[in-house]
């Protein structure tokens, strides 16, 4: 559609879809498609550089991370097989050591985005491609998804926030699971466990799927939708009365916005609301 825009970064593509209204869906395509999108040292701060810019713009209503399709046909598709091993390899532990603070804010990018993010996982998302995918609000997944965290097996830990995530996810006991024994699982066995909340049939089927639910999702109030996010994701560790002040405070900050005065008068007038 020639009114998608796109801007390329180092390693990832920023697509702006139009949505509901005059917000867009933003898509984070990881584009490293040679290297099956590890993420290298220029790659990591592509991301960083990205997701402020999202965070800033106030007409976006959902974002999409999702991976090129690979360049020959029949290879296999990657989301992201984590870190780029062949350059850590010719890494000093010193310059190991200083990119720690730069990649932990390249794991938490998508994560902190105040609207909600969608992760639409074809191929192989291992590593820190997987932690990349378990700091998105929402995964969808296709039969061709494989999940892994494989650190253990190379002498380290999963370190994009994998230990954290994950557990919230899936509970204590299939964390371990995975984590211990390095193995990986097919899109069947991920959706048995609960670590993917939307599987769709056929292969490189998610993108299509993820974007069509952030579609849907642009279509509600966005300070409506940006506040429930910040509710959920900073109660969801709280006592549950804090949870609920928590949730006291982003009702007051919606419920005396403009998106509920349009939101309510459209319903009486029985038409779509537009959103200010």
Not at 158 to 173: A, D, E, I, K, Y
Not at 190 to 201: C, H, K, L, N, S
Request: with cysteine; hydrophobic share 45%.
């Amino acid at each position: 559609m020639s009114d998608i825009t796109e801007k390329d970064y180092n390693g990832v593509l920023l697509r702006r879809h139009p949505a509901s209204g005059n917000g867009v869906v933003a898509e984070i395509v990881l584009n490293r498609v040679g290297a099956m999108n590890a993420i290298s040292t220029g790659m990591a701060a592509a991301i960083r550089d990205v997701a402020p810019e999202l965070a800033e713009d106030p007409t976006v209503r959902a974002v999409v991370v999702s991976s090129a399709p690979p360049a020959v046909e029949g290879k296999n598709h990657a989301f992201c097989v984590g870190v780029d091993l062949k350059e850590r390899n010719e890494m000093s532990d010193a310059e190991l050591v200083a990119t720690r603070p730069a990649f932990r804010r390249t794991w938490g990018a998508f994560g902190s985005l105040p609207m909600p993010v969608i992760a639409a996982v074809s191929g192989y998302a291992l590593g820190g491609g997987c932690e990349l995918a378990l700091g998105c609000d929402l995964i969808v997944a296709d039969d061709g998804a494989v999940f892994g965290l494989p650190e253990v097996s190379v002498g380290v830990i999963p370190g994009g926030g994998g230990t954290q995530t994950l557990v919230r996810r899936v509970g204590m006991n299939r964390a371990a699971d995975l984590i211990f024994t390095a193995r990986r699982i097919d899109a069947d066995e991920a959706d048995r466990f609960g670590m993917v909340d939307r599987r769709v049939p056929g292969t490189s089927t998610a993108r299509a799927a993820a974007l069509e639910l952030a579609q849907q999702i642009a279509k509600n109030s966005p300070i409506g939708v940006r506040n429930a996010k910040h509710a959920l994701k900073t109660g969801a560790d709280l006592p549950l009365a804090a949870g609920l002040d928590v949730e006291d405070g982003a009702w007051r900050a919606t419920a005396f916005s403009a998106d509920r005065a349009e939101g309510v008068r459209a319903f009486v007038e029985k038409r779509s609301p537009v959103w200010p």
